[in-house]
């Protein structure tokens, strides 16, 4: 199984029908694969609620229990908070995600910004939609086979 954490503006772009990977995200979170468990930070859900709540006749709440039901949520905590502020990765948010990626003992982080995530200590665990693909793909087939 692979635990994944979605990087939220990666999540948020595609809900606001801003960037060509919005099929990829849609795939993703429509998916019933077992061997994928999706993770999103619980900072990361109330910035999604945040910017649909103003968007006009929006359904916030529709979108953030859909997630819900959907996802995992990793809580940020204090210490969380404390660790990201010493990472070397320049943007704050992708090195929260970082933390929790490590706290949480997760596989990976999907993004469509991996440069966000460039001072990463093991840029290996951070992969885009094809990575992610190619290695369900892989697990599949390793499971057939067995």
Known sequence: MF???IDTDLVLEALMNRTELTA???Q???RVDPSIQ???TNVGLQKIYTYAAC?????ADTVVNWLIEKMQICIVDQMIIKTARKSAIKNFESAVEVVC???YQLDAIITNQSDDFIDAV???RIWCFRDLWLRVNLETQFQVSR
Not at 55 to 59: D, G, M, T, V
């Open 3 to 5: 635990r994944i954490l």
């Open 24 to 26: 990829d995200v849609s």
């Open 28 to 30: 993703l979170l429509e």
């Open 38 to 40: 999706m993770y999103l």
């Open 55 to 59: 968007l006009q006749n929006s359904h």
């Open 101 to 103: 990626l490590k706290h």
């Open 122 to 124: 093991n840029p290996v």
